[in-house]
C-alpha cells in the first residue's frame, strides 16, 4: 500500500471507524495504516490479527483498546432455509436483530437489514410492531450487518443490493441517513444507491429528507390500502401523517431524480383484496402526475407472530389475478418475490425470536409462544 492511496478514501464516518482512526492518530501511526485495515476488512478480514499488513504490536495494541474485531454485532444464531439465511444478531447492549441475506440465482445476493430493534410504529399486521420499540440502531450497527454478509459469502463477494426491510422503521431512526452514505461511499460500502432500497409507512418529513440527501435510492412507500380510515386500522401512523402527504412528496421526487418509485400492497385475504380496493389503488396511482414512474409491488401476505389473528393469507393465484387485473387498468404493478417464509424470514416475520424464547416482549395472543 502507498501513501498517495491514502487520501483515496474519504474521511472516517462517525462511529467506530472514526475511533480506530483517532486512536492510530493517537499512536502517531501513518495515515497509511488506516487505509490497509479498512481495505483488509473489505477483503474479508475478520479480526485485527488477520490484517497483516500491520505491524504486529500495532494489532495487539488494536486488539487490546477494541476486542478482536471493529463489528459491534455478535452472531447469536444463524438459521439456513431454501435461497435464505437469516442471522440473529445481538448487540453490544445486548438488543436482537435480524439480517435475511437471500441468494435468488448465482451470483446474485441481497441483505435485508434492520434498523431498530423493534419497532414502534404498531402495524397491525407485522411481527415486529408486535414487539414495540427497544432503540434505534447506530450507523455502525447498521452497516455491519452488511458487512458481515460480505463476509459470509465467498471471497470477495458482496451482496448485489440491499434492502432497509427488515426489523424496524428505517425513517425513524436518523442514523439511517448517515448509514446511507457510508454504504454507498467509495472506499467504504462502495454500493451504487440504485441497489438499495428503502422502505417505509411513510414518516413524511423524514422522507422527504431522504429524497433530498440520497436522491438515487430506490424508494418503497407501504400503502395497503387506498382508504385512509381502512389504512389507519392497518398502518397507525396515517393519522399522523396521511397517505397523500406523503404522495405528494414522492410526486415531486420522481419528477426530480426521474427515478421509478415502488408501492407496496399488502395483500390480505378479506380484508383489502376487494374490487373496490383494486380500482382506488389503480385511480390512486393514475391520479400522480408521472403514473408511469410508479410500480405497486403486490406482497402476499405472511402469517406474523403477534399480528391481527384474524388475518389470513390469500390464495397465491389470487395475488397474481391481483397484479394481471392492476395491468389491465393501466398500472405497472409485479408480485414481491418472497423467500424464507419456512424459517420466518419472509417480510413482517421477524422478530429477533431468541427474545421472545426468554419470555421478555412476548406479543399476548401468540399461539406458538
Ligand atoms: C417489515 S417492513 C420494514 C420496513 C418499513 N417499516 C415498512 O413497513 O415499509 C418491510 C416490508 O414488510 C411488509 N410486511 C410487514 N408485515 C408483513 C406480513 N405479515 N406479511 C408480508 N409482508 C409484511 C411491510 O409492509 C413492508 O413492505
Ligand atoms: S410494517 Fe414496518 S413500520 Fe409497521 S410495525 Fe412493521 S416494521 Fe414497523
Known sequence: MHRSTVNELPHPPPGILAEVHSFLRGLGAPLYRYHQLVTAFQRGAQSFHEVRDLPSDLRQQLVARFGLTVLPLDVEAVRTGEQVEKVLFRTRTGARVETVLSRYRAGWSSVCVSTQAGCGLACSFCATGALGLERNLSVDEICAQVVHQRWSLEPGGAPKSVAFMGMGEALANPNVLTALSVLT??????????RITVSTVGLAPALATLTEEHPQVTLTLSVHSPFPEQRAQLIPLERRYPLEENLAILDRHVLRARRKTYLAYLLIEGIN????????????VQRRSRPELFHVSVIRYNAAFGADPSFRAPASSKVDDFVARLH???????????????????CGQLRAESLVRLGRRRPSGDPRG
Do not use: C, K, N, W
Open 185 to 194: 461511499a467509495p472506499g467504504y460500502g462502495g454500493l451504487s444507491p440504485r
Open 273 to 284: 383484496d376487494s374490487e373496490a380496493h383494486l380500482v382506488a389503488l389503480a385511480r390512486l
Open 328 to 346: 389491465r387498468l393501466g398500472v405497472g404493478a409485479t408480485r414481491r418475490q418472497q423467500f424464507g417464509a419456512d424459517i420466518d424470514a419472509a
